[in-house]
Every structure is written in C-alpha cells, then in structure tokens.
C-alpha cells in the first residue's frame, strides 16, 4: 500500500499553467506505476495521464496531448502533472493514483488513491 497526497490545484485563466504534485508515502513509489486522472460534475472518473515506475513510459488522454506532461521523481517519491493551455473543459478534481498493474490506463488498475485537488479553469 502507499498513500497519496495532491496538491497544486487552484483557480486559473484559460490558457494558464499549473503543476499538480502527487506526494507518496507508506511504500517505495519507485515501485508504483503512477496514473492521473479526473473527475467533472455529473461525469464519470478519466484518465488523464499515467508513467511507469521506470518513468520510461508515458500515456495521455487524447484530449490533453501536447499539453499536460506527467513526470515523476522516484528519490523524492513525489509525481508531477504539468498543466499547460488550461481549457474551461479541464475544470475537475484531479486524482493521482498508484498500480502495480501495467494497465496504467484502467481505472479498476489501481487500489490506492489520494484524496484529490480542485483544478478550475475560467474563461
């Protein structure tokens, strides 16, 4: 088991910036693939992005290709979502989440789960 905090949410201008941060705890992160995902009102849980525990590997949500960037810094245990060109669309509680799985992108992948942060876009 590992526990997960986020942080780094807030309220920001469409076509801003921020940097979601996912600190881990409990167990070696290392030993984690990491998944990011989001929830809207009224709207299912997606993913958004994910890495290996390698950080070799990165998957993305088609929607947020070429604007997000998931990154991860094992030594710290600590993950990252790099947030770029915020749209309204984006507005949701982002999650971080960790797998041993290697189905990074499958939501039932993952056991453990932070508690969220607020991401909310204006126009």
């Known amino acids: 088991q590992v526990q997960l905090v986020e942080s780094g949410g807030g309220l920001v201008q469409a076509g801003g910036s921020l940097r979601l941060t996912c600190a881990a705890s409990?167990?070696?992160?290392?030993?984690?693939?990491m998944g990011w995902f989001r929830q809207a009102p009224g709207k299912e849980r997606e993913f958004v992005a994910g890495?290996?525990?390698?950080?070799?590997?990165?998957y993305y949500a088609d929607s947020v290709k070429g604007r997000f960037t998931v990154s991860r810094d094992n030594a710290k245990n600590t993950g990252y979502l790099q947030m770029n060109s915020l749209k309204p669309d984006d507005t949701a509680v982002y999650y971080c989440?960790?797998?041993?799985?290697?189905?990074?992108?499958?939501?039932?992948?993952?056991?453990?789960w932070g508690q969220g942060t607020q991401v909310t876009v204006s126009s």
């Open positions: 989440a960790a797998t041993m799985s290697a189905l990074v992108r499958t939501t039932t992948s993952y056991r453990s």
């Open positions: 890495i290996r525990w390698s950080g070799g590997s990165t």
């Open positions: 409990g167990r070696t992160f290392s030993s984690y693939a």
